[in-house]
């Protein structure tokens, strides 16, 4: 290991290491798991709650966007860590849904509005066009 530090909010340590074998250089993170999250989907099925898959469709939804990483990190960060200090261990799909919508609200249209057209199941132009209205009236109040 070449350098251990918190990150800057305090929520993992960073980690440079080195491989032994080949020389190469590469970054860890570890974080604090608080407690088991379950996730609880439409159907009534359940799943662990994943990080990276949180991750995963906050990123689609941001790509290509002029949005600093370190902000979308903090997203991610602060829905896991709500989740986390809820005091549920069972938390509905729909929930971490919403928080993301209210997440991507607040950091990017673009972003907001690609994500609710896969979360609210947008079938065609005109769904996209209702909701990018109300985007707008949020917008300018």
């Not at 860890?28 to 799943?47: M, Y």
């Not at 994943?50 to 370190?70: Q, V």
């Not at 549920?88 to 849904?97: F, H």
Request: net charge positive; with cysteine; charged share 40%.
């Amino acid at each position: 290991m070449k350098d251990s530090r918190p990150t800057e909010d305090g929520n993992a340590i960073r980690r440079r290491r080195q491989c032994e074998a080949c020389g190469a250089r590469f970054t860890t993170f570890e974080r604090i798991q608080l407690r088991d999250i379950w996730v609880v989907k439409s159907e009534g099925r359940k799943e662990a709650f994943e990080r990276d898959k949180l991750a995963r469709s906050i990123g689609i939804a941001c790509r290509k966007r002029p949005i600093d990483p370190s902000r979308i990190e903090k997203l991610i960060s602060g829905i896991q860590r709500q989740l986390e200090t809820s005091g549920e261990s069972e938390i509905p799909a729909r929930s971490i849904g919403e928080m993301v919508m209210e997440g991507l609200k607040r950091l990017d249209s673009v972003a907001y509005i690609r994500f609710a057209s896969v979360y609210k199941d947008f079938t065609d132009a005109r769904d996209f066009e209702d909701f990018a209205s109300t985007v707008k009236e949020v917008g300018s109040e």
